[in-house]
């Protein structure tokens, strides 16, 4: 593989990258088997690729779990990465990005995965009950104690990027290094103020979902699956929209001899704000698959081809795991108290 810089960090890492969220699951939505898991990340490090990530939330700390079992011997090899903020118990204290929080939850991480550091360790999702300025210096400190090496994001919006970049510079504390955003030939939104803010800032960018929550892979077709809602990633009103453009997808992949799943995954890398495409298999299969694309680069033809379909900057549809602002979720945030509104006409 040609390995690509992590944003200016220094720290080389493969363009594919593999998301252990579907491993040392228990077999309802992942791969419940251990051992296949475990041969199926070794089979990743094979192939060059050298960045994993993973979260603790993921099958309640069971994928870092079974991470820490693969990892033996390997290690050094692997730029690891995972994350912290998603509920870990029913203690509303047990979840967050506050300093209390962080600092259980690393030490929780450590010890699943056998490790006394961790490459990466990103806030999973933003938290608007916490300060900016007290996660990044909980993550400062872990810095500077050499329990993590660097620190970054998933899911954070542009504003709040440039706030954390900016905070971190008046402050003197660590910069966040990456950001983890959904990114896929249906779900091109970060195009937009994201990945510019991310390139800007010298931030490497890890993205999520590149198959956009298996739609990309060529199994999903009208007429062919009666209930798109059980994708489960989705907004389910917007099937008919997803499907149209998914057909054309289909249209281009047929036309230029390029597996669906291999157009997808060369679309996602192909931008310059692109670090790495994250990969979560759930079997070995699956796995061969993505890899014998792994060289695939597509032509400004094929691009502009895309961009008919999907126009950047935009969103055929949002997936269910994505990031919504308070501003968005709580009505209260959005609606003046009656007492302050005109008078009705």
Same mark, same amino acid.
């Given at each position: 593989?040609?390995?690509? =810089?992590?944003?200016?960090?220094?720290?080389?890492?493969?363009?594919?990258?593999?998301?252990?969220?579907?491993?040392?699951?228990?077999?309802?939505?992942?791969?419940?088997?251990?051992?296949?898991?475990?041969?199926?990340?070794? @089979?990743?490090?094979?192939?060059? $690729?050298?960045? $994993?990530?993973?979260?603790?939330?993921?099958?309640?700390?069971?994928?870092?779990? %079974? *991470?820490?079992?693969?990892?033996?011997?390997? @290690?050094?090899?692997?730029?690891?990465?995972?994350?912290?903020?998603?509920?870990?118990?029913?203690? /509303?204290?047990?979840?967050?990005?506050?300093? !209390?929080?962080? #600092?259980?939850?690393?030490?929780?991480?450590? !010890?699943?995965?056998?490790?006394?550091?961790?490459?990466?360790?990103?806030?999973?999702?933003?938290?608007?009950?916490?300060?900016?300025?007290? =996660?990044?210096?909980?993550?400062?400190?872990?810095? !500077?104690?050499?329990?993590?090496?660097?620190?970054?994001?998933?899911?954070?919006?542009?504003? #709040?990027?440039?706030? &954390?970049?900016? =905070?971190?510079?008046?402050?003197?504390?660590?910069?966040?290094?990456?950001?983890?955003?959904?990114?896929?030939?249906?779900?091109?939104?970060?195009? @937009?103020?994201?990945?510019?803010?991310?390139?800007?800032?010298? #931030?490497?960018?890890?993205?999520?979902?590149?198959?956009?929550?298996?739609?990309? =892979?060529?199994?999903?077709?009208?007429?062919?699956?009666?209930?798109?809602?059980?994708?489960?990633?989705?907004?389910?009103?917007?099937?008919?929209?997803?499907?149209?453009?998914?057909?054309?997808?289909?249209?281009?992949?047929?036309?230029?001899?390029?597996?669906?799943?291999? *157009?997808?995954?060369?679309?996602?890398?192909?931008?310059?704000?692109?670090?790495?495409?994250?990969?979560?298999?759930?079997? #070995?299969?699956? *796995?061969?698959? %993505?890899?014998?694309?792994?060289?695939?680069?597509?032509?400004?033809?094929?691009?502009? !081809?895309?961009?008919?379909?999907?126009? /950047?900057?935009?969103?055929?549809?949002?997936?269910?795991?994505?990031?919504?602002?308070? &501003?968005?979720?709580?009505?209260?945030?959005?609606?003046? /108290?009656?007492?302050?509104? /005109?008078?009705?006409?």
């Amino acid at each position: 593989m040609q390995y690509r =810089t992590l944003g200016r960090t220094g720290v080389q890492v493969s363009p594919f990258a593999l998301g252990a969220m579907m491993l040392g699951t228990d077999g309802r939505i992942g791969n419940g088997d251990e051992q296949d898991s475990i041969r199926i990340v070794h @089979r990743a490090l094979d192939a060059g $690729i050298n960045l $994993i990530d993973t979260a603790d939330r993921y099958s309640q700390g069971g994928s870092e779990e %079974l *991470l820490g079992k693969a990892l033996k011997g390997r @290690r050094d090899d692997v730029v690891l990465a995972t994350k912290f903020h998603g509920p870990m118990g029913d203690d /509303p204290n047990r979840q967050g990005n506050s300093r !209390r929080w962080i #600092m259980r939850a690393v030490e929780d991480s450590l !010890r699943r995965l056998q490790t006394d550091h961790i490459d990466l360790y990103q806030a999973h999702r933003p938290d608007d009950t916490v300060d900016l300025e007290e =996660t990044l210096s909980a993550l400062t400190d872990l810095v !500077r104690s050499g329990k993590v090496r660097m620190i970054g994001t998933s899911d954070f919006p542009a504003s #709040m990027q440039v706030e &954390a970049q900016w =905070t971190s510079q008046r402050r003197g504390l660590e910069r966040f290094r990456t950001e983890q955003p959904t990114y896929s030939i249906l779900n091109r939104g970060i195009e @937009r103020e994201v990945l510019p803010v991310a390139q800007r800032h010298g #931030m490497g960018t890890l993205v999520w979902s590149p198959l956009a929550g298996g739609m990309l =892979t060529g199994r999903f077709r009208r007429g062919q699956d009666s209930d798109l809602a059980r994708v489960g990633m989705f907004r389910h009103n917007q099937d008919e929209r997803r499907i149209d453009a998914v057909e054309q997808v289909v249209a281009l992949s047929e036309e230029t001899g390029i597996r669906m799943t291999h *157009l997808a995954l060369a679309f996602a890398i192909a931008h310059p704000g692109v670090t790495s495409a994250l990969i979560g298999p759930r079997s #070995m299969e699956q *796995l061969e698959d %993505l890899l014998a694309g792994a060289d695939v680069v597509l032509s400004d033809e094929v691009l502009n !081809r895309i961009d008919a379909i999907v126009p /950047p900057g935009t969103d055929v549809t949002r997936l269910d795991q994505q990031y919504e602002p308070p &501003a968005v979720l709580r009505a209260g945030l959005r609606r003046r /108290p009656v007492e302050e509104r /005109p008078a009705a006409v």
